[in-house]
């Protein structure tokens, strides 16, 4: 069940604070407040879901496409195409997931270590 109190609803209704990157009508892209890279980037989608399962299993085509594609202009605009970067997203406990709002990490700027 979808927690409608997590921070990034929260967020989302501008009850908290964030250092915005892009926002557009299906989504959100802000600095991550404890960067694991020079550029740490959270995206969230403004529909309400818990994770990358759930939102890919849910939400509709129409919101999917444009929550993706606005990923890539976010790239885009950090301008980190060319120099490479890392899509992380964290789901459940051994996922390691904190904030249970779905949402991906786009790490860059740097070289990344290696996990997988
Ligand atoms: P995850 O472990 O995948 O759920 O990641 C949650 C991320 O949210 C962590 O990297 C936190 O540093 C980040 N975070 C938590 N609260 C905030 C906040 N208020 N503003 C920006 N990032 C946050």
């Known amino acids: ?3 409608h109190d997590n921070i990034f609803a929260k967020i989302l ?6 250092n915005k990157v892009h926002e557009d009508e299906h989504s959100l892209f802000f ?3 404890n960067p694991q890279a020079k550029i740490h980037i959270l995206g969230i989608p ?3 879901c818990i994770d990358y399962y759930e939102f890919i299993s849910v939400a509709d085509e129409k919101t999917l496409i444009a929550f ?3 990923v890539n202009y976010v790239i885009q ?5 060319k120099s490479g970067f890392r899509i992380i997203s964290n789901s459940g406990e051994h996922g390691g997931q904190e904030v249970p709002h779905f949402h991906v990490h786009i790490l860059a700027g740097e070289k990344i ?3 997988v």
């Open 1 to 3: 069940m979808y927690d």
């Open 13 to 18: 209704r501008e009850e908290i604070p964030c």
């Open 31 to 33: 600095h991550d407040i």
């Open 46 to 48: 403004k529909f309400p």
């Open 68 to 70: 993706f594609n606005s």
């Open 77 to 81: 605009k950090l301008d980190i195409k």
């Open 113 to 115: 270590g290696s996990l």
